[in-house]
């Protein structure tokens, strides 16, 4: 889509902003629009860098007087397709953390990042459930669910401690949504994720902890079903306390990689447990055992070394993932898997990752959400990485897992694992049972009727 934006409304849309407004060809717009995910190559026809509400607002009002659609973007890492002809906000300058010792919440503005948010409120004594990045932008986690991979068994989705947020809506209104002020519209952003508005602001609970018993373990790919074997007998008597993983990596050979993991398959054992580390150190005993360990950092850590865990790449990358939910993990799914990914076949697929959910992840909050598909047992994440444009090249490689899974998997999907191959309506619906999909398009009927937030994975307002 080409959409020339006519010099005299630039200007009067830059009188009504703050922060820089620009079009193609003008200085800096490729660093303005470019995000964490390099897949795609971002052309909107203007982008704004906004610095307050306010400027939401006013690029919002702008966008729906020239029939704009509106891409915010915070940190760019799930980015489903390109904002060709859109009006792209920039957020990343709205960081602001506002730590509540006391209440033991967080406000947080719309571009900040998992560490800076874990390391401000650890000052507290207290921690938000955080991904597995540091890197990640926590409001636009918290909106599609947000799983944590150190804190998601022990408390529940990110989305389920949202208390309220500040959401300016397609007709260009700053919004305070909560459980008493515009509740239908709160229950949709919290799971339904930004095809509502652009939430300004987040006001989220943190849990009291500042330990954890965890880190990671890594085998040579030699001893591939003796640790597997050992991951799923740990699965049968894991208590909530403990949120756990593995995963296939293929690493490259490269000094960042440490020397033991360059160019070669391993696997890769992710845990966080709550309880005493005496009692993790009994918990995961069968799984040290299982094989002669690559490198072990399993210990007791502060909370502020979340990160550490999984090792995510902090890089920008072009990456390219698919994702399934599995109602379980037996025996025949982990041979299958073994077959179709393991280390005797050559994939061009960095990593796959099988993570256990249950616990209080499976449980209903206190204050219902829009949260889909919580019944699912396990989740299957693979990633390949390579340059941009490349989709369809990896699109092959990555549904062999996804078919591999097919016979356990649930036919849902979690809103935050949708990507670039999931844009489809059905695709996207199968981010939530039936019932609450259609509450959903009805609140987006209701807010966003003209689907002024479409490039997203997008919940359309229908007739």
């Known amino acids: 889509m080409t959409y020339v934006i006519d010099q005299d409304n630039l200007e009067r849309l830059a009188a009504d902003v703050t922060g820089p407004v620009l079009a193609r060809g003008d200085k800096g717009f490729g660093p303005e629009t470019t995000g964490w995910n390099m897949s795609l190559v971002e052309h909107p026809a203007v982008v704004v860098g906004a610095t307050s509400a306010a400027d939401v607002q006013a690029a919002v009002r702008f966008a ?14 799930q980015a489903p397709m390109p904002a060709d002809g859109a009006l792209m906000i920039n957020l990343e300058r709205m960081d602001g953390i506002e730590v509540d010792a006391e209440g033991r919440t967080a406000t947080i503005g719309a571009a900040v990042r998992a560490q800076p948010l874990v390391d401000a409120a ?24 947000g799983l944590s991979a150190t804190l998601g068994r022990s408390y529940g989705w990110a989305a389920d401690h949202v ?52 880190g990671g373990i890594y085998f040579a790919g030699e001893h591939v079903r003796p640790v597997v074997d050992a991951f799923r007998r740990l699965l049968v008597s894991a208590p909530r306390e ?16 440490p020397e033991p993991l360059r160019d070669r398959f391993t696997v890769h054992v992710r845990i966080s447990y709550l309880g005493p580390p005496a009692e993790g150190e009994r918990l995961i005993a069968d799984l040290r055992a299982a094989a002669p360990a690559l490198i072990d950092t399993v210990t007791e850590m502060p909370y502020t070394g979340f990160a550490s865990i999984h090792q995510d790449p902090v890089d920008p990358a072009a990456t390219y993932e698919m994702s399934s939910l599995l109602g379980e993990f037996p025996a025949e799914a982990a041979d299958a898997l ?23 992840l499976a449980d209903e909050p206190s204050l219902p959400n829009s949260v ?14 390579g340059e941009p444009g490349e989709g369809e090249q990896f699109r092959a490689p ?19 694992f949708l990507t670039g191959y999931d844009t489809t309506p059905e695709a996207v619906a199968r981010a939530w049972k039936p019932d609450i999909y259609h509450r959903l398009v009805e609140v987006k009927r209701e807010y966003d009727p003209a689907n002024m937030f479409r490039v997203n994975h997008n919940i359309a307002p229908g007739v």
């Open 122 to 145: 650890a000052r507290a004594g207290l921690a938000p459930l955080a991904g597995s990045s540091p890197n990640v932008g926590v409001v636009g986690y918290a909106l599609g669910g």
């Open 64 to 77: 729906g007087a020239h029939d704009l659609p509106v891409d915010p973007v915070a940190t760019g890492h």
């Open 242 to 257: 403990l949120t756990i993983s593995f995963a296939f990596m293929r690493l490259p050979d490269a000094p960042v990689i």
């Open 372 to 385: 889909g598909n919580r019944d699912a047992a396990f989740h299957v994440f693979a990633g390949a990485a």
């Open 163 to 214: 208390r309220s947020a500040e959401v300016v809506t397609a007709d260009g209104e700053l919004r305070h949504v909560d459980p008493d002020q515009e509740p239908d519209l709160f229950w949709a952003i919290r799971g339904g994720k930004g095809n509502f508005g652009v939430v300004t602001s987040l006001t989220m609970d943190l849990v009291p902890v500042t330990q954890l018993y965890g």
């Open 398 to 416: 990555l549904k062999a897992i996804s078919d591999a899974m097919a016979p356990w998997a649930t036919g849902g999907k979690q809103a935050n």
């Open 338 to 360: 073994i077959e179709a990914a393991g280390p005797g076949v050559d994939l061009p697929i960095a990593l796959i990752e099988v993570r256990q959910l249950g616990g209080e």
